[in-house]
C-alpha cells in the first residue's frame, strides 16, 4: 500500500514539474516602485523614473531597459552590455527581431524617455 502511495505521490510530483515548465519561467524583473517588466506599465510611474533629483540612475535605467531585452534572449554587442547583463542564453543577434509584449516595448519607451530626461549617455 505504502509503495503505491508513493508513486502517486511521485507522479502529481512530477506532474506538477512539467506544468510549471510549459508554463516557463519568470522572466520579469520587478522593481518596488514601477512593478514587472511584462506586467505592469512603467509609463503611469514616469514622473519618478524621469526625475533627475529623485528617480533612479542612468546605470539603473540602462539595467532596466536591458534586462527587458536580456529575458527574451537577445545578445549583446556592446562590451558594456557584455560584461554588465551578459549574453547566458543568448539567441537573438536583431535587436529588432526580439519578440516583446505591448507592455515590455511601452516600458523600454517609457524608460528611454526617462533616460533623454536625464541626459543619460546611449
Not at 514539474?17 to 509609463?43: E, H, I, Q, R, W
Request: proline share 4%; charged share 15%.
Amino acid at each position: 500500500m505504502s509503495h503505491s502511495k508513493g508513486s502517486r505521490t511521485a507522479a502529481i510530483a512530477a506532474g506538477v514539474l512539467v506544468a510549471m515548465m510549459a508554463v516557463g519561467p519568470a522572466l520579469a524583473d520587478c522593481y518596488d516602485v514601477v512593478g514587472c517588466t511584462n506586467k505592469n506599465l512603467f509609463s503611469r510611474n514616469y514622473s519618478y523614473l524621469g526625475s533627475v533629483s529623485d528617480g533612479p540612475s542612468c546605470d539603473f535605467l540602462y539595467m532596466m531597459r536591458n534586462r527587458i531585452y536580456a529575458q527574451r534572449g537577445y545578445c549583446f554587442k556592446t562590451a558594456r552590455g557584455i560584461s554588465e547583463i551578459g549574453n547566458s542564453g543568448c539567441h537573438i543577434a536583431d535587436q529588432a527581431a526580439v519578440p516583446l509584449s505591448n507592455i515590455e516595448r511601452a516600458n523600454i519607451a517609457t524608460i528611454q524617455m526617462a533616460e533623454r530626461a536625464k541626459s543619460c549617455p546611449p
